[in-house]
């Protein structure tokens, strides 16, 4: 499967992932947007390291995005969130907007709300579902 061939993600971002040198998806990234990833349907990837699970989660969130959503990608280290929001940012020039919270409960709801793709660490989303963060979500 070639990364235009993935439904629902913006011709931009296929076009992208072309000159990143992606021209086929791995068989465990195919799996998954045969499986609906890019249309919004839940899927595990329980594949080894370095086999894309990286790339399937850009599917859906990027595939979300573009569909009105947001995206949360939680990591449970802070410096790997700081490590994807630097990668996720390549997507920005596209127009999503790339975000990063870690720590204790101190972002603005509001701050979160307004970005389209959030990393955030285990322990900051389970700050903001305790404390009942809110914000708006357009």
Do not use: C
Not at 57 to 63: I, K, N, Q, T, V
Not at 87 to 108: L, P
Not at 120 to 136: F, I, M, P
């Amino acid at each position: 499967m070639r990364p235009e061939e993935v439904p629902e993600l913006p011709a931009d971002v296929a076009a992208h992932l072309r000159e990143e040198g992606i021209e086929e998806l791995y068989p465990p990234q195919a799996a998954a947007v045969d499986a609906g990833v890019s249309r919004g349907e839940s899927v595990v990837a329980s594949v080894p390291t370095a086999s894309g699970k990286t790339l399937v989660a850009e599917l859906a969130m990027l595939s979300s995005v573009a569909r009105g959503g947001k995206a949360l990608y939680i990591v449970p280290l802070r410096a790997l969130a700081s490590e994807k929001k630097t990668e996720f940012e390549r997507w920005e020039e596209y127009g999503f907007d790339v975000g990063v919270s870690t720590g204790n409960y101190e972002s603005d709801g509001e701050w979160l709300a307004s970005r389209d793709i959030i990393v955030a660490t285990s322990e900051k989303v389970d700050s903001l579902v305790r404390n009942g963060a809110r914000g708006s979500t357009s």
